[in-house]
């Protein structure tokens, strides 16, 4: 009963490829989100969805295309991908923006070589 | 946009002592500052979160400091122990959080 579950946890592949990513949340929250986190630990938000609807859409290449078919579901699509692509990919959900907590999954770890 | 300074970056303890990571931030519309910690292979995880209308909040062994004025905010833990080995992120909101870069924080036996 995994609050935010995302698959796979790693994903190798080569560059040029295309990958999916797929996020979700059974705590009932309205907003879901996708952060990268690179090789020196940082977070970086991409995306943020409400009920659906694209809420946030940081400065992120037009390859990776979130889809969100229902508000607990949130994936994450990545067209020819490329060696800086690589990092740790995390979904994570809260309510409404401002002021709540979020509830990460525990990444996937995406290598493209 | 929001600016989170967090330092240090690497703070080694022995096993029993405390640890402080202290956090800056720039926007003065912030009013939501959680913590997080991440263990290795793991997602983020909230430990505590304080909010602006507050100036301290305790919970067991961690406690955090907030002072909106100078606009920063602390980490506090006592008797580190192994298991708080980890890397611990700050956060500031008014409506999207921004992360500070993480301090890895090492407690040894």
């Known amino acids: 009963d995994t609050a935010v579950s995302q698959t796979p946890k790693y994903l190798v592949t080569q560059m040029g490829n295309d990958k999916s990513i797929k996020c979700e949340q059974n705590?009932?929250?309205?907003?879901m989100y996708w952060y990268k986190q690179d090789s020196k630990k940082f977070l970086k938000i991409m995306f943020s969805?409400?009920?659906?609807?694209?809420?946030i859409n940081e400065t992120v290449p037009n390859r990776f295309s979130p889809k969100s078919p229902d508000k607990a579901h949130l994936n994450l699509h990545i067209n020819s991908l490329e060696l800086g692509d690589s990092a740790v990919y995390f979904c994570?959900?809260?309510?409404?923006?401002?002021?709540?907590?979020?509830?990460f999954g525990n990444g996937t770890r995406l290598t493209v070589t | 946009g929001e600016n989170v300074e967090q330092h240090p970056s690497t703070l080694s303890v022995q096993e029993g002592d405390s640890a402080v990571i202290k956090c800056t931030y720039s926007?003065?519309?912030?009013?939501?500052f959680p913590w997080y910690k991440q263990e290795l292979g793991k997602g983020p995880q909230l430990i505590i979160d304080i909010r602006s209308n507050v100036g301290e909040k305790k919970d067991q062994r961690i406690a955090v400091t907030l002072n909106k004025t100078a606009k920063h905010f602390s980490l506090h833990i006592t008797e580190t122990q192994p298991e708080d080995s980890a890397v611990y992120f700050c956060a500031a909101a008014y409506s999207t959080l921004t992360f500070g870069k993480g301090t890895m924080l090492l407690v040894s036996p």
């Open positions: 705590l009932g929250h309205d907003t």
């Open positions: 926007d003065s519309a912030s009013n939501y």
């Open positions: 994570a959900s809260s309510h409404p923006l401002g002021g709540s907590p979020l509830h």
């Open positions: 969805y409400n009920n659906k609807e694209l809420i």
